[in-house]
């Protein structure tokens, strides 16, 4: 089994975006049993205030997008077992040998070069 990585996600209407790669030695199949699992566990803290200390630790009533959200993450990692995992899309590593027998490594960045106009 290999491990695999699983993007979450959403979109408010206020115009907050969040993502998350989560990752874990799973098939998709069990990750998507998991992810229905999560949501239930969701679904039952609708309307519930969260005590200190409880899931998350924070006092609120569960009541929108990012609040389920969260939930999730937080079964999915705190339950399941799944990990965060960080990417950074800026910097990849390139391999190559120039047709020759000197192996290169070569890291690239990418910036941002702005200017007024």
Known sequence: MEFNLFKMEYD???GDHEEILLGKEVERDDFEKDL?????FAISLIGKEI????H?????????LPEYYGQIIWF??????YMEISYDSDISYSVDDNNSNKIEVTRFKKTIDSKEL
């Open 36 to 40: 229905i699992a999560a949501k239930e």
């Open 51 to 54: 005590k200190e200390g409880d």
């Open 56 to 64: 998350l630790g924070k006092g609120y009533h569960v009541d929108c």
């Open 76 to 81: 999915l990692i705190n339950k399941k077992g």
């Open 12 to 14: 408010w209407y206020e």
